[in-house]
């Protein structure tokens, strides 16, 4: 009964507009819920809404915490075998909601579900899925989401969190304008944080990173830096497996998302680019497998990569065509390859045709590949009215 008056007091405090780290028994609530509350199971589906009673409900007995190693966290008050010492509980990763540790100029919040922006205020807890923007060049911002994870801001900027699913562990922020930086303790497990944006997403990240993001009138271009330790940048027929300190590149995305410009600033940045499905075969046994392939591209400063997309006609399952082009720092083309997305073959292999004939006559084989689909679907529509006409008449 004390388990459930404690939570809906945080809720009722919190829901409102945050809850303020000056009141210790608030906060101490706040604070125990993620080591000794255990509230009752819930669909792993619901997400946690504006209000932040929501966003206490979510937790369990662990959330809030670094997820533990393979073989397990002991329980409170477990003991290991006999004659040996209780293992050590892991420290806090997170704590349950975002805390502003400190604000210098004006900065406002607009919580899920509200319709107006209000002030943020230092030492309250917010809820998750609540937007940030800061107001002024000499404003300066820190967002604490756990003991030695925090977001910084110094400027105008605006980002927001991702409501969490019960049980969730991780957190995420999405960018929406302007410069933001992150901090992460070294021993972060994989995964546990990330940032996002249409075009890409930033996961794997320790140490400190920072993120400048803006919209464009066709898209929009963002910059992803390394500051120390390491981080990972996914995105449609691409990765950078691991930036690393001082190592940074900026994207570009069309508005449409048929356009990725990666172009290296800073270090040498190992990209993986998608090069579609090719058929192997094993001379030993005959068979035949079709394995994704890839392309190591090293992007240097001034060096480039496009990607190009386009929807296929009448593909029900949204495969794209697509051609993957790299670029040295002189602007000279190193690479190309054109594929259909998880269509072995539709694939023109690497270092396509560079000669003018040899374009013209790729135009055309891909030109012929199209209306053959185009056919295809149209002959596939007809058999099914059909089909749906002579079941119509027997009935």
């Known amino acids: 009964m004390k388990s459930i008056v404690s939570m809906i007091a945080v809720a009722a405090a919190v829901a409102t507009l945050g809850a303020r780290a000056e009141d210790d028994d608030l906060l101490d609530a706040l604070d125990s819920l993620t080591d000794d509350e255990t509230p ?41 075998e006999e004659g040996s010492a209780p293992q050590k509980q892991q420290p806090k990763l997170f704590h349950l909601l975002p805390f502003c540790r400190s604000l210098e100029g004006q900065a406002e919040i607009l919580i899920p579900g509200k319709q107006e922006w209000q002030p943020i205020e230092e030492g309250k807890y917010y809820p998750l899925g609540a937007t940030y923007r800061t107001i002024g060049a000499t404003t ?54 990330s940032v ?7 996961t794997n990240m320790v140490g400190e990173s920072v993120f400048t993001y803006k919209t464009t009138g066709d898209g929009d271009e ?58 192997n075969k094993d001379f030993g046994t005959g ?61 023109s292999g690497e270092l396509g045709p560079t000669s003018k004939k040899e374009r013209e006559e790729l135009a055309k084989r891909a030109a012929e590949i199209a209306r053959q689909q ?12 059909e089909v749906t006409e002579e079941e119509a008449e027997e009935e």
């Open 40 to 80: 009752s199971a819930t669909s792993a589906s619901t997400t946690a809404e504006s209000d932040a009673g929501e966003a206490v409900d979510s937790d369990d007995s662990t959330a809030g915490e670094a997820v533990g190693d393979e073989s397990g966290e002991a329980a409170d008050g477990e003991e290991g």
């Open 374 to 385: 185009e056919a295809a679907g149209k002959a596939a529509e007809t058999r099914d009215a």
């Open 222 to 279: 963002a910059t992803v830096r390394c500051v120390t330790q390491k981080l990972t940048v996914v995105g449609p027929h691409f990765t950078a497996p691991a930036m690393r300190a001082a190592n940074e590149i900026k994207i570009r995305t069309t508005q449409d998302h048929l356009m990725t410009g990666l172009y290296g600033s800073r270090g040498d940045v190992v990209i993986r680019l998608d090069q579609g499905i090719v058929a």
């Open 196 to 202: 996002c944006a249409p075009g890409f997403t930033v």
């Open 287 to 347: 068979v035949i497998t079709n394995e994704p392939k890839y392309l190591d591209w090293k992007l240097s400063p001034q060096t480039a990569v496009r990607i190009h997309r386009a929807n296929i006609p009448h593909s029900k399952s949204g495969r794209q065509a697509v051609t993957v082009m790299t670029f040295d720092a002189n602007g000279a083309l190193h690479n190309r390859c054109a594929f259909a997305d998880n269509m072995v073959e539709v694939n």
């Open 140 to 193: 300066l911002l820190k967002i604490d989401f756990g003991p030695e994870s925090s977001v910084s801001v110094a400027g105008e900027a605006r980002f927001r969190t991702r409501r969490q699913e019960l049980g969730e562990r991780s957190r995420a922020l999405e960018l929406v304008d302007g410069t933001i930086s992150v901090k992460l303790p070294n021993q972060i497990v994989n995964g546990s944080f």
